[in-house]
């Protein structure tokens, strides 16, 4: 199974400030990334798919980079409902596996 | 509107068994492979199981393999998943999601349910 490592598991941020989220693939991946932002209680939304493509009416604050086994998903410039949890998955094999989250706290 | 409502969380023994159900509404069911993801009490999110859309081909977690058992009714708009031998460790939330790519894998999940709770304990 391929394992997904999420970088830093929190971050401390205020708003306006620029945040970088980084997941690494066990293996090769090509760009079969997804990243989701999931907020307290909530079910997750889907932000990012095939690496940098942004989903219908995600703001384009958020992006997403990345092939093979190094990806990455920047909030540009973090507003007050970014403050959640942000998980990658991996798409390109089975099983579909998660990262383990990286909260995003405020500053 | 796109729909997802999961149901059948409940208590159960350990040892013991559970379908869940995911009805769905809003788009055309049987275009889009269906999955279920879980998340046990304040920890993070945990790919379980994915079925295509014409029911042809089932994917497992292998923390669940040889237990749980994942199933649609195109006729019906629904998904299962059939729990057998539960574990203190199946105790999560269980959510049913919809793939994003018609008739693909590969573009994550852009619509779930509410969650259904599953708490294995005696």
């Known amino acids: 199974d391929i394992q997904m490592t999420q970088s830093p598991s929190s971050v401390s941020a205020s708003v306006g400030d620029r945040v970088t989220i980084t997941c690494r693939a066990s293996?090769?991946?090509?760009?079969?990334l997804a990243w989701y932002q999931q907020k307290p209680g909530k079910a997750p939304k889907l932000l990012i798919y095939?690496?940098?493509s942004l989903q219908s009416g995600v703001p384009s604050r958020f992006s997403g980079s990345g092939s093979g086994t190094d990806f990455t998903l920047t909030i540009s410039s973090l507003q007050p409902e970014d403050f959640a949890t942000y998980y990658c998955?991996?798409?390109?094999?089975?099983?579909?596996?998660f990262g383990g989250g990286t909260e995003v706290e405020i500053k | 509107e796109v729909q997802l409502v999961d149901s059948g969380g409940v208590v159960v023994q350990p040892g013991g068994s559970l379908r869940l159900s995911c009805a769905a509404t809003g788009f055309t069911f049987d275009d889009y492979a269906m999955q279920w993801v879980r998340q046990a009490p304040g920890k993070g999110l945990e790919w379980v199981s994915l079925?295509?859309?014409?029911?042809?081909?089932?994917y497992y977690a292998d923390s669940v393999k040889g237990r749980f058992t994942i199933s649609r009714d195109n006729s019906k708009n629904s998904l299962y998943l059939q729990m057998n031998s539960l574990r203190p460790e199946d105790t999560a939330l269980y959510y049913c999601?919809?793939?994003?790519?018609?008739?693909?894998?590969?573009?994550?999940?852009?619509?779930w349910g509410q969650g259904t709770l599953v708490t294995v304990s005696s």
């Open positions: 998955q991996q798409t390109n094999s089975f099983p579909h596996t």
């Open positions: 999601g919809k793939d994003s790519g018609r008739r693909r894998y590969n573009y994550g999940i852009d619509y």
């Open positions: 095939a690496a940098s």
């Open positions: 293996q090769g991946i090509s760009n079969w």
């Open positions: 079925i295509r859309w014409d029911g042809g081909a089932t």
